[in-house]
């Protein structure tokens, strides 16, 4: 198994940026692909963006595409989300997610089903 343990959220304005970070112990965080996604009060948890497992795979959800930017340092057993340009419609808890290696390549990324492990997620909130 992996732990996660995302950090960076907080209280921006629109417009401004925040960078994301899913800190992983446990199994060699290399072994898994990773998602982001957020869920906003009364709403689903929704895909966000993912990576495979080398980082040579990445997708994201049309909201975030060209604002966000997913990566990964496996020799830091780490992963990243920086967001650039916030809108007050990104505001939600964003929870880092490890997958089995395979579910980017598969194009199963987008389902919160198919991920194993989950960080307790991290506030962000965008004011305007």
């Known amino acids: 198994q992996v732990q996660l343990v995302e950090s960076g959220g907080g209280l921006v304005q629109a417009g401004d940026s925040l960078r994301l970070s899913c800190a992983a112990s446990g199994r060699t965080f290399s072994s898994y692909d990773m998602g982001w996604f957020r869920q906003a009060p009364g709403k689903e948890r929704e895909f966000v963006a993912a990576?495979?497992?080398?980082?040579?795979?990445?997708y994201y959800a049309s909201s975030v595409k060209g604002r966000f930017t997913i990566s990964r340092d496996n020799a830091e057993n780490t992963g990243y989300l920086q967001m650039n340009n916030l809108k007050p419609e990104d505001t939600a808890v964003y929870y880092c997610a490890a997958a089995t290696s395979g579910t980017v390549f598969s194009g199963n990324y987008r389902y919160k089903r198919k991920y194993d492990y989950w960080g307790q997620g991290t506030q962000v909130t965008v004011s305007s």
């Open positions: 990576i495979d497992r080398t980082g040579g795979s990445i």
